[in-house]
């Protein structure tokens, strides 16, 4: 499956934990998405990366909230000091050169008890 | 701040029936508009997409959307629904920057 990939698909963690999601986009695509996505919503954008470098940082996204693309390639997402409000689902998308479709992966299910 | 509202949030309807999804965004500028897609247990994909041109767009499985500027819509359309249609449906629009908006989706289910 040449896919976007995201690791792990559920996450269940204690208030105040910190945790990290991965995404492997496709492997030709240089943007890279972060979304997400509470019961009965749509995906709320997060950030997003061309390469390696984040261009663009939601409002909603805190101090606690950290995403890095070394080398342009696989992402990671990071959330220190979790609250139960973080409980959602993260959705990883990519989106190849000169194209605006967003391929999406199957999404962390993240889970503070 | 830019939105995207779906006016219907549960649809229900039986096979061969004629479906209409509302979608209505705000931003006066120039927008790139989608319908994604989720099957029931299935990835997020892109249903159509417009960004210029004709304004009635088609897409997979004989889905349509028609454009319509002064109204800011993108209404979704298909003439004779079937039972694999059941998904939840979202409406999602793309402005100048890097951002898209998705609205907060439409559970379409159709009765075999």
């Known amino acids: 499956d040449t896919g976007v990939s995201q690791n792990p698909r559920h996450k269940i963690t204690k208030r105040g934990q910190n945790v990290t999601f991965r995404c492997d986009p496709i492997?030709?695509?240089?943007?890279l998405y972060w979304y997400r996505q509470t019961l009965g919503q749509g995906p709320e954008f997060l950030t997003y990366?061309?390469?390696?470098?984040?261009?663009?940082k939601s409002r909603l996204l805190s101090d606690r909230f950290s995403a890095e693309r070394p080398k342009g390639s696989f992402s990671t997402l990071e959330i220190q000091r979790t609250e139960q409000g973080d409980s959602a689902m993260y959705l990883c998308?990519?989106?190849?050169?000169?194209?605006?479709?967003?391929?999406f992966g199957p999404g962390t299910r993240l889970t503070v008890t | 701040a830019q939105s995207v509202s779906q006016h219907n949030h549960h649809v229900i309807l039986s096979e061969a029936a004629s479906l209409e999804l509302g979608c209505n965004y705000s931003?006066?500028?120039?927008?790139?508009l989608f319908w994604y897609v989720q099957y029931p247990g299935q990835h997020l994909q892109l249903l159509l997409k417009?960004?210029?041109?004709?304004?009635l767009v088609k897409g997979i499985k004989g889905f349509e959307a028609e454009f319509i500027k002064s109204k800011f819509s993108f209404n979704l359309r298909k003439p004779s629904v079937q039972w694999s249609d059941t998904a939840e449906y979202f409406c999602?629009?793309?402005?100048?920057?890097?951002?898209?908006?998705f609205g907060a989706g439409t559970r379409l289910f159709v009765k075999a």
């Open positions: 999602a629009v793309k402005t100048g920057g890097f951002k898209t908006i």
């Open positions: 998308a990519s989106t190849g050169a000169g194209s605006a479709e967003q391929y």
């Open positions: 931003y006066g500028g120039t927008v790139n």
């Open positions: 990366f061309q390469n390696e470098a984040q261009l663009e």
């Open positions: 492997s030709e695509h240089n943007r």
């Open positions: 417009y960004f210029s041109g004709d304004p």
